[in-house]
């Protein structure tokens, strides 16, 4: 957008979502696959298609030079090897580690990679090539209540959210360690959603957040929390 003027630069239908590769490269998720836009005269346009994939890219993250993860909720997880320019696919590979699943969810996350899913949350292991599961993460996963894997967080203070049929749950790092603390704020089943997979939180200032749902937002203030209280039933 230039001058409250609007450029089109992609004519295609269905972007999932965009992501940097460096100041002049963004790598773009579509329906069809993944596309490069490219910087020049200060001006974005599109570059390429990449060659080689053709499968919907609602979720990719980087894990390496050239090299990305590309989760598929009906075909699994893809570890995808590009050329140099970002042109075609050198190499696919399916990652055995992981179970495909609906209102899965692959993102980065301060300095690890995340996939979340109905069984809970797995780390990458770099080192041994492999997710592992995470006791901790896993919290923010109810199984029995579950409606969706999907994990939102801002950069701003880097919380992260899940959503289940009865709670909100928010992931924090611990005042005296360097221990994640998963904390829990109960909600009303008839409590207005987001549509599954498709939820988001965003920052608003210190600790006010918005909630989106299909309607509109739901404000939370996280120092207004009560914790409940003891009772007792006689």
Known sequence: IKNNKST???????????????????????????????????????????????????????????????????????????????????????????????????????????????KGVFLYDKNEDVFVKDSIYSQLISEDGFISAELAFNKSNNILWSFSKENIKYLIQGKLTNKPVVNSIPVSVSMPRATYGYENVMHIENEKYLIGTSNGYVAVDLNKLKNPTDFKIQ
């Open 8 to 118: 089109l630069i992609f004519n295609k239908q269905g972007t999932w979502k965009l992501k940097e590769i460096d100041d002049n490269n963004i790598i773009q998720g579509c329906y069809d696959g993944l596309y490069i836009l490219e910087k020049k005269n200060n001006s974005w346009a599109l570059k390429n298609k990449v060659a080689g994939f053709n499968n919907s890219s609602k979720d990719f993250v980087k894990y390496d030079q050239n090299k990305f993860f590309v989760n598929h909720e009906y075909k699994g997880v893809f570890k995808l090897t590009l050329d140099k320019e970002y042109k075609k696919v050198v190499s696919v590979d399916k990652e055995d580690s992981l179970a495909k699943g609906l209102h899965t969810c692959l993102i980065s996350y301060q300095d690890n990679i995340l996939y979340s899913s109905k």
